[in-house]
Structures are given as C-alpha cells and as structure tokens.
C-alpha cells in the first residue's frame, strides 16, 4: 500500500510538472491548494476514477469543506427552493433525466467537487476527467451554469445531503 500511494504521489508531482512547465496558471493553483500527497487524497482521487486528477474538481472551491455531520435544515430547505427553481429541468431525484440523479451524489462525490459542479460545470466538464465521463454517459448533454452565488450553492449541497441521509 505504501509503496502504491508512493507512486502515485510521483504520478501527481508528474503531472503538477507538466502542468506548470505549460500554461499553468490556475491548474496550478488548484493542485497544490489540494493537499495532494496525504494517503486519503490520493485513494479519494482513485475513487474518483483517476489518480492523479484533482478530487475537488475545477472551480472556485480548492479549500477542503470540513461539513459537519448534522444537518443544516433550515439551509437545506433553502437549497430545496433553488433546486426546484434552477435544476428540476434536467434533474430529478430518483431517476436518471438529461442529467444524473440526484440521490447518492453526496456519496459518489466530495463536497468540494459538486459545489464546483454547480459553480464551473463549464470548466468541471471540459477539465475534470469525472465530469467528462459523465457528459459522455449522458449523451453530450451539458450541465448549464446557473449563475448561483456560493451561498445558495451551498443551500442546494445541504438539500442533497439531507436527501442522503433518507433512505
Ligand atoms: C440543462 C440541463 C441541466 C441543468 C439546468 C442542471 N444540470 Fe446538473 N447536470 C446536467 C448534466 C447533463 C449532467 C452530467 C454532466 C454533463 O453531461 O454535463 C449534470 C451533472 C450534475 C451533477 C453531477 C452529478 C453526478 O452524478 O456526479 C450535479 C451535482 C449537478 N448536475 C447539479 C445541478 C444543480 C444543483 C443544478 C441547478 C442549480 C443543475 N445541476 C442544473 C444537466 C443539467
């Protein structure tokens, strides 16, 4: 196990070398903000289905959430109103629609990675390798941008969490 989170470790400098030999600005930034070297970034990141790839995502979100265990009802019914309002055109809870269901998506993926989802998917899709995959399972339908501030992101993250916590 050591030995393989070793490699991988090498993997990502690897990939931080090459990514900041280029252009490198905001990856950059992005890659080293993630403690990337810790042995549970790096099995998050294999969860995720790529090692080496960021497991926030791309976006504005680089700093590790640390949400409490309880729910936030108050923010979550907030979140409840936004989604309605923004996202039942593509997604719905149970079923897969233009989009992926939203039941199960706070345990296929980190905080961080669907607030920068619903911030940047212009950015998540076209960067994040999870992301990219998913455009393709659903058909080159595009995840739009809905112009939410950080706040109501947030709300809309904690309605999904209160979902999770139903069965
Ligand atoms: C125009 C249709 C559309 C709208 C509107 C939309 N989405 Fe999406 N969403 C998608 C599609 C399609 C995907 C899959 C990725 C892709 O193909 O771009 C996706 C993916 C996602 C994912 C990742 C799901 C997973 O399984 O990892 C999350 C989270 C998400 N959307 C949240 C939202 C939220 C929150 C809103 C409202 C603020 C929203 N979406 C509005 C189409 C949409």
Request: cysteine-free; overall charge negative.
């Given at each position: 196990m050591k030995k393989k989170v070793l490699t991988l470790g090498l993997?990502?400098?690897l990939i931080l070398g090459i990514t900041m030999s280029g252009c490198g600005s905001e990856n950059e930034e992005g890659a080293e903000?993630?403690?990337a070297g810790t042995t549970e970034q790096v099995e998050r990141a294999?969860?995720?289905g790529e090692s080496g790839a960021n497991p926030f995502g791309v976006g504005p979100i680089q700093e590790e959430m640390n949400l409490p265990s309880e729910i936030d009802e108050q923010l979550a019914a907030k979140g409840e109103e936004i989604f309605k309002a923004k996202c039942t055109a593509c997604h719905k809870?149970?079923?897969k629609?233009?989009?992926p269901p939203i039941k199960g998506v706070t345990e296929r993926r980190r905080p961080e990675w669907i607030m920068n989802m619903i911030l940047a998917p212009e950015k998540m899709i076209q960067?994040?390798?999870v992301a990219k995959q998913l455009v393709l399972e659903y058909n080159g339908a595009i995840m739009a941008n809905q112009g939410l501030t950080e706040e109501e992101a947030r709300a809309v993250l904690e309605y999904f969490r209160k979902?999770?916590?139903q069965s």
């Open positions: 993997g990502m400098g903000g993630a403690p294999e969860g995720e809870i149970e079923e629609y233009v989009g960067q994040d390798p979902i999770d916590t």
